[in-house]
């Protein structure tokens, strides 16, 4: 199983930031699929998640500006990110939950600097 | 929302030598507990899961171990190749959510 982070790798502040994991080697299905974040020089966060059927938990520190989508068809989900500010700047990682807490693969990460 | 905080910030320590990172949670929440290991600019790679289960490929100088709000991953003989940052998660079920702790490092004393 590999996953692939794609998007830009920088945002204007107030803009939308949108990501997209891209699964190969494997289906969605019967998983959870999370993203988490590391600023710069910082310790990891966990974003939110979706599973398969289209459940979804975010963190509650963040819900308000996030939303996490899958598409079966094309076998990936996606972050959209509202609003974003300089503090948002880090590393995007997708990374697929093989059992409660377990993220068993990851993507390779994406740097996103938001910046004017 | 749970919070974990790890012990010690730091831990410096020389080749050979055990090591012990502690996790705390601020309420039980479950033993949905994992360990992972991140080296500078990679990715962070999965140790133990279900508190004490070790993940396919890692040695088994790696173990957890705990309940109820606190957690040891325990690196018995330390190799060059251990030190790194450690983190906790905790996946619980009430309230629901996951949580990453704030990261032990271990480096070379």
């Known amino acids: 199983v590999q996953l692939q982070e794609s998007g830009p790798g920088l945002v204007k502040p107030s803009e939308t930031l949108s990501l997209t994991c891209t699964v190969s080697?494997?289906?969605?299905?019967?998983?959870?699929w999370g993203w988490i974040r590391q600023p710069p020089g910082k310790g990891l966060e966990w974003i939110g998640y979706?599973?398969?059927?289209?459940?979804?938990d975010y963190s509650p520190s963040l819900k308000s500006r996030v939303t996490i989508s899958v598409d079966m068809s094309k076998n990936h989900f996606s972050l959209t990110w509202n609003s974003v500010t300089a503090a948002d700047t880090a590393v995007y990682y997708c990374?697929?939950?093989?059992?409660?807490?377990?993220?068993?693969?990851w993507g390779q990460g994406i740097l996103v600097t938001v910046s004017s | 929302e749970i919070v974990l905080a790890q012990s010690p910030g730091t831990l410096s320590l020389s080749p050979g030598e055990r090591a012990t990172l502690s996790c705390r949670a601020s309420?039980?929440?479950?033993?949905?507990l994992a360990w992972y290991q991140q080296k500078p600019g990679q990715v962070p790679r999965l140790l133990i899961y279900?508190?004490?289960n070790t993940a396919p490929g890692i040695p088994a100088r790696f173990s957890g171990s705990g309940s109820g709000t606190d957690f040891t991953l325990t690196i018995s003989s330390l190799e060059p190749e251990d030190f790194a940052v450690y983190y906790c998660?905790?996946?619980?079920?009430?309230?629901?959510?996951?949580?990453f702790g704030g990261g032990t490092q271990v480096e070379f004393k």
């Open positions: 979706i599973s398969y059927t289209g459940n979804i």
């Open positions: 309420q039980s929440a479950g033993s949905y």
């Open positions: 279900n508190t004490s």
């Open positions: 998660v905790l996946r619980s079920r009430w309230p629901p959510g996951l949580t």
């Open positions: 990374a697929r939950e093989g059992g409660p807490g377990a993220f068993d693969y």
């Open positions: 080697g494997g289906s969605i299905s019967g998983y959870f």
